[in-house]
């Protein structure tokens, strides 16, 4: 059986809750990347595992990107979700940083224009990987700020470290 493993780490935007398993060569595959007060973050439960150093080097990562050294994550992760929702977080890891889409795009990219915005939105809402795969750079067609789990003040905050809050790119 795997042992889940889970710990905390300090960000600008809160604690963020950090929880995997441990891989081959020592390392942890990320299943769940949650910032404290989200809704429907992570928990943590009975049985699960406080390992700090497990997740070191996801920690560094997430200190880089928070101190803008760092624009893109080299984590692994688990495949979660149903297929939809694995195009729609695909969809999102293809956002460049500093740039933002909206959810028109994401549907268009993933073959599912028209009424299958409210589908992305819904899957994107999902998004267990928060900060790392990068859900707060899809915003409103009209440029305004709509949807992030964590609450609009974090994203605004996301947005604001990766100079991207010119509005959807023409």
Known sequence: ???????????????????????????????????????????????????????????????????????????????TGTDFQRRVWRALEEIPYGTTVSYGDIARRVGSPGAGVRAVGTAIGRNPLLVVRPCHRVIGADGSLRGYAAGLDRKERLLGLEGALGGVPG
């Open 1 to 79: 059986m795997t042992r889940t493993l889970h710990t905390h780490v300090n960000s600008p935007l809160g604690a963020l809750l950090l929880v995997g398993q441990a891989a081959d060569g020592g390392h942890v595959v990320l299943r769940s990347l949650s910032l404290e007060g989200q809704k429907g973050g992570a928990v943590v439960e009975e049985g699960w595992v406080r390992a700090d150093a497990a997740f070191a080097g996801i920690a560094e990562q997430l200190d880089a990107y928070f101190a803008g050294r760092r624009r893109a994550f080299d984590i692994p992760f688990a495949e």
